[in-house]
């Protein structure tokens, strides 16, 4: 069985500093790991994934996540947050092809003046 | 390519109703997974659907139902609308052989 914790349900920064979304995953393989945004009564739209090649993903609109194995962690960083990163994001993980995702609670971010 | 489709955007219905959502994936994509998402459960995988075939179900009552048709357009049927049937149903679709998933814009199922 597999599980995702996102360690905030919510985060707050200002607009110009660093981010920082915590996951941590549980999985008996090892998983494919994927970041996810949704903004308000959109869909979700994919950030990034990790599929084993290299530990430093980089994604979309200047997010990056590192894969930690000896941590059991996937956070999501990006060096300076920009008011349209205000959003709810998912840290999700999957295991071989199959297709059932599992997610974790989702992290609001909200970015302030 | 277009990316998933999804229709009506929005619904309303009464209990004991039933409904039924669409979606078309992406132009080759053959595989398509349904997920409700509420804010008391957050997002659960519902089923997926390959070639027309059930291929994983997730832990939901026979209510929920699903079709696919022989150009990957994908149904998802529920009977007897409860109240807590309200939710945010998303599809996905992805290419075969590979893991990510692309998701539509949803459909908002509002229960009165």
């Known amino acids: 069985a597999q599980s995702v914790t996102q360690l905030d349900s919510h985060v707050s920064v200002s607009e110009g500093t660093p981010v920082l979304l915590r996951c941590n995953y549980s999985s008996s393989y090892s998983p494919s790991l994927f970041w996810y945004v949704q903004h308000p009564n959109k869909g979700l739209q994919l950030l990034l994934k990790y599929t084993s090649a290299a530990t430093l993903v980089k994604g979309i609109n200047g997010f990056e996540a590192e894969f930690k194995k000896s941590e059991t962690s996937f956070h999501l960083t990006k060096p300076s947050a920009h008011m349209s990163d205000a959003a709810e994001y998912f840290c999700v993980a999957t295991t071989g092809t199959a297709s059932k995702l599992t997610f974790g609670t989702g992290t609001r971010l909200q970015v302030t003046l | 390519k277009a990316g998933v489709t999804q229709t009506p955007r929005y619904l309303i219905k009464t209990r004991g109703q039933q409904v039924t959502l669409s979606c078309s994936p992406i132009s080759g994509h053959r595989s398509v997974s349904w997920y409700q998402q509420t804010p008391g459960q957050g997002l659960q995988f519902l089923f997926e659907y390959f070639s027309e075939t059930q291929r994983n179900k997730g832990n939901f009552p026979g209510r929920f139902s699903g079709r696919q048709f022989s150009n990957s357009r994908s149904e998802m049927n529920v009977s007897t609308l409860e109240l807590g049937d309200s939710a945010l149903y998303l599809c996905?679709?992805?290419?075969?052989?590979?893991?990510?998933?692309?998701f539509g814009p949803g459909t908002r199922l509002l229960v009165l």
């Open positions: 996905a679709s992805r290419p075969t052989g590979q893991e990510t998933q692309y």
